[in-house]
């Protein structure tokens, strides 16, 4: 009985020392990468001959944590998927909204530059060029006019001068015509009445 009891005895003292160093080398894993978790497991496998022999619990330890490190990177690449679709998806929402804003900026300018003039759109420096263009054809034709005018009145004022002097060219020969007249009359009468008596 004894015996028993001390065999029991080695056996949970083995079943302990056994899980302690698996939760040690857990513990050991947990706190490598995985390329380190390869490399412990390469360096504290035993050789025989050409071949590496890998503890069952070792490798049973190494496979999970590779597979939970394949599992968390699959989550993390599906995470990152959809946060560059999220990205992607709000990229072209933001596209569109620049090319909205882009159009609304270049109808504003094309507004501003413009104007509505007898119904057409004119740009503003065609109205300003053509209303400029306008002022001094403006001003132009009132000079010209004016000219005109001015020398039109001159030659009226010349010819109303000229016309008062032959006028008064002609009262004053009308007049000595008159005077003539009635001195041939007289001249006339004064002969008659010589030639009567």
Excluded: C, P
Excluded at 60 to 82: G, H
Excluded at 98 to 110: F, G, R, S
Excluded at 167 to 187: C, V, Y
Aim: hydrophobic share 40%; charged share 30%; net charge positive.
């Amino acid at each position: 009985m004894r015996i028993k009891s001390l065999l029991f005895a080695i056996i949970i003292a083995g079943q302990s020392i056994s899980l302690f160093a698996q939760s040690d080398l857990k513990a050991r894993f947990d706190s490598l990468e995985l390329k380190e978790q390869f490399e412990y497991v390469y360096d504290k496998s035993e050789t025989y001959e050409r071949y590496k022999v890998v503890k069952i619990a070792t490798f049973n330890l190494l496979k999970q944590n590779s597979v939970d490190s394949i599992n968390i990177y699959k989550t993390e690449l599906k995470s990152r998927n959809s946060k560059i679709s999220e990205l992607e998806n709000t990229v072209a929402g933001k596209d569109d909204k620049i090319n909205l804003l882009t159009n609304d900026l270049e109808a504003v300018t094309k507004s501003k530059d413009s104007m509505a003039f007898l119904g057409a759109e004119i740009a503003k420096g065609v109205y300003n060029s053509a209303m400029w263009g306008l002022v001094f054809g403006l001003i132009v034709l009132s000079v010209v006019l004016f000219l005109m005018f001015k020398r039109s009145n001159s030659v009226t004022n010349e010819t109303k001068h000229r016309l008062n002097e032959v006028e008064e060219e002609f009262e004053t020969h009308r007049k000595s015509a008159l005077k003539r007249e009635q001195k041939l009359a007289r001249e006339l009468m004064d002969e008659k009445l010589k030639h009567k008596f």
